[in-house]
């Protein structure tokens, strides 16, 4: 029998941050596929769509009317999933019926006027403004007594669920801790502990020392495919100093998140020369008032596409009910992604 | 302010099986929809497909014939994302790189040779047919060495991920086991050790006094949904006496699961009038030698259909990046599943 090796064998690899661990099958991109393919002819989308909730000047759902905003601009989620209004509750009866009433509130950035512009056809400039929102709110929200956790994210594209085609993003924060920052929580807490070190800046290092599933660097970030990633493309954003949360960020980190931001999707749009959906969002130190020496902010993306414009990955069946599974290597995908143009695909047409 | 209520107001929930929480919005089922919709547009399926790799007499792909089978039938995955031919490996270097190879098998079970009948379509003698053959391999896989964890599952429906329409279930077996499951292990064993008695069993019962999320009841097996349930529309078939596993089971118990599975299957179809996507599988004892009274097997339904056959649940952003999400109650969705006939919404046409 051949040696063992990761780009041909079946194995699992394990997520520090996290506790978890994944199913790696290298071997199985090659099953036939007569189920389910998305549908991406992308009818090229107006700057400007007067049935859009989401542009500049239009009237929303619950009758307010957007202003004229010219850069990124942010509003109340009209159907917010958590709101600030609510009476407490709580439920606590014997070993299985624990609940507690939640309270919070949800935003949505736009990310420009612009309707047909997505994240990596924006410049940096623009998408610095994004950032700059986004330190603002966390400010603003994470102040707050009863909001301890600001989550910041994206959904792009409809197969991600987004339910507006309007380049957005939106912001849940509440009161609790959600369960995937709580896992990290725990894992950096007990890493910090022991070394005294922040785990997301030795991982950094760990990695730029390595260099295989770097994706590239710039003055204050690394993009990198993680060793456990779970999507066939997922990667991460991560700083190379000490960066606790948005709100410890400066003009030029601000602006160097925009570039990586960038930089990330834009060799996604170009893997399969298509607007390549994803969830995306930012992991950092919770708004719970106390310190967090052991948080570095770092900002995740996670991209169902597989093998092509059209066939996803699924993460049903097994992957719901046993274990996160993915068949392509994270170190493929660096090879994929790396191999792409610098340039977006559309520039210039 | 009016009085906390479940039904009004965004709260969390506690999953005891597994230690985690769930975000409840319950007044969001009101949001507009310029997303994604499904395409359901169900082509009658012919009672044989030629160009299926699972109908009886076919070739599959790496030129195996199948037999002309008549009942259940099951064969190894030609595209198994678990081989039980790799090398041993391990690497563990630092805190960082941590990776260990996995060994297995993987099976597909055609659930009878009817291209076009599914679960709710199928009669309880047919479906008991699949039950034995559950028991079968969960014995004879569980039975080898390196075989720590049998997961059963089905991905029912193209939006699901279903690489094949023709209607069948999947089994993959492996050394370690996954990530759902240990954390039941772990929940269950606490409980075990704390009450000497079974962590399933006493919810069932404690579910069966209320009565409020009840689906049905046959001699062995209650239909219900959990309190914790995530999906709008999740499930679990779970025993009312002691069945640590498949391997447990007597023809009675086998026919009474085939029923509780067709009638969850039919409720599910007539909600929608569609043939109701989802992933739904089995939940038991680990096969790594020990004795698991601790362990009761559950059967769960994970369906992604949330508003209309055509609008889904979308477990994306917030839900990946931080907490699953639901928005209409387990108890609304108890409402909704109770309501429909008995009958499947086909039968007679
Ligand atoms: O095995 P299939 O039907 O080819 O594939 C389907 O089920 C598997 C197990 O849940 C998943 O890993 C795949 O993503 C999904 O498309
Ligand atoms: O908020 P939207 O865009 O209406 O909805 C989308 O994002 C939310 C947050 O990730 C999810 O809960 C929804 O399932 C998804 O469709």
Redesign the interface.
Known sequence: ??????ED??????N?FTG??L???P??G???????EEDTSEAPKPAYDEK??LCPGNTR?NGEKNPDYTGAYVFQN??????E?????E?SE???????????TCKVICFSPRHDLTIPELDVQAITKVVELWKAEYRELGSKDFIN?V?I???KG????????HPHG?I?AQE?I????AKKQVKFGD?YQKYGRS?VL??VY?ELKKGERILFENDYFVGLVP?WAVWPFEAMIAPKTHIASLADMDEGQMAALADAYRQLAIMYDNVFKVSFPY?A?I?QAPTDGQNHPEWDLHM?F?PPLLRSATVKK?????E??????R?ITAESAVKILKSQPKEHYKAGK
């Open positions: 029998m051949s040696d063992f090796n990761f064998h079946s194995h699992r690899r394990y520090p978890d661990w199913q790696v099958s071997h199985r090659k099953r036939p596929w007569q189920g389910q859009c909730y759902i009209d159907f917010g999933a958590l709101t209004d609510i009476p407490n509750g439920l014997g070993e299985f019926f624990k609940a507690k009433s939640e309270r919070g956790h989550q994210f994206e959904n409809s197969v991600m669920g987004c339910s507006n085609p939106q849940w609790s959600p369960v995937e920052p890493y785990m030795d991982y760990e060793f969830s969002g992991h995740v996670y699924f993460m049903v069946g097994y719901m009910l046993a274990n996160p599974q068949d």
